[in-house]
């Protein structure tokens, strides 16, 4: 195994993704991109999150050059429609009330260059099915405030895990990072 020093960066806002990637037990560094977030005509979600997840991955890699780069965007999908993150109570509400008693699935695009600049995508997708929500579920879960800035005005590792009926796939894809992907990459480029 290769044992001399590499550097990680982490380009990301997420906190969540910190957390995960904190969890393989591996040094790295946070950058944190300024991409636009919009979805693109006729782009689908797997697109969408392939795509902004190339963007600030590459965003990291002007910047440190000769660096190894992990980058993710998580769209939440449901009923043909991207849930978007928000800071606004009455839209996540909306939001909450639209994956009440529904299957949605959740998309992670994620991108991984290595210190030459070669990169790899991947998509992982899960799907999450919310109980019935009463209006009651859903203003407790407004006041804790952890529906702000995640994808689908919800975080699975907090209170809202108690809405989740059911869940295929990965659970850290959900919270932002598909974790077994993210060791398969590490593993391979001599981190682990």
Known sequence: MNKEKKDLILSSSSKNREYIL??????FT????SVSEVKLEKETPIQMSK???????????????????????TIVYSRRKIINKTKDKTQAKLNLQALSGRR??????????TDSGVYY???CKSIVKFKLLDDRDI???????????????YSIQGFAESFVEMLSGSYSNVVGLPM??????LKTNNFI
């Open 22 to 27: 904190a969890k393989i037990g591996i040094p």
């Open 30 to 33: 946070v950058y944190k991109p």
């Open 51 to 73: 795509r902004l997840s190339f963007e600030k991955g590459s965003e990291a890699k002007k910047k440190f050059k000769r660096k190894f780069i992990i980058s993710a965007d």
């Open 104 to 113: 949605h699935r959740v998309y992670t695009g994620l991108t991984f260059f």
């Open 121 to 123: 995508q991947y998509v």
């Open 139 to 153: 203003e407790k879960y407004l006041r804790t405030n952890e529906w702000k800035d995640c994808a689908g005005s």
């Open 180 to 185: 077994h992907k993210v060791y398969s990459l």
